[in-house]
């Protein structure tokens, strides 16, 4: 499967984005999505996912109460909606396929990736 994801830019602070990663050339139903972000001069961290199973949802502390992942697989798409942006948001943001169910808040259980989308977020 192929991802592509979109919809970042230059915000402020408190600002809301969201995010779309949209899938081709698979059948994106079975693969759990996650979001993970890089920031400069920093590792990728994961941000949020979302089970092909049973659509559970895993967020990142640092973000949680403020990012909401959610799927519609019958546009073959995942979002990820950030509200209260913060300068500490700035980053690069992936989205990737996996194909495990559970425990897909880990960066090596993802085999397909995005080209990254930048987020900016100023004070």
């Known amino acids: 499967v192929q991802l592509q994801a979109s919809g970042g830019g230059l915000v402020q602070a408190g600002d809301s984005l969201r995010l779309s990663c949209a899938g081709s050339g698979g059948t994106f139903s079975i693969y759990s999505i996650g979001w993970f972000r890089q920031a400069p001069g920093k590792e990728r961290e994961f941000v949020a996912a979302i089970s092909y199973r049973d659509r559970r949802r895993y967020y990142a502390d640092s973000v949680k109460g403020r990012f909401t992942i959610s799927r519609d697989n019958a546009k073959n798409e995942v979002y990820l909606q950030i509200n209260s942006l913060e300068p500490e948001d700035t980053a690069v943001y992936y989205c990737?396929?996996?194909?495990?169910?559970?425990?897909?808040?880990?960066?090596?259980?993802?085999?397909?990736w995005g080209q990254g989308t930048q987020v900016t977020v100023s004070s």
């Open positions: 990737a396929a996996s194909g495990y169910y559970n425990g897909i808040d880990i960066v090596r259980k993802y085999d397909h």
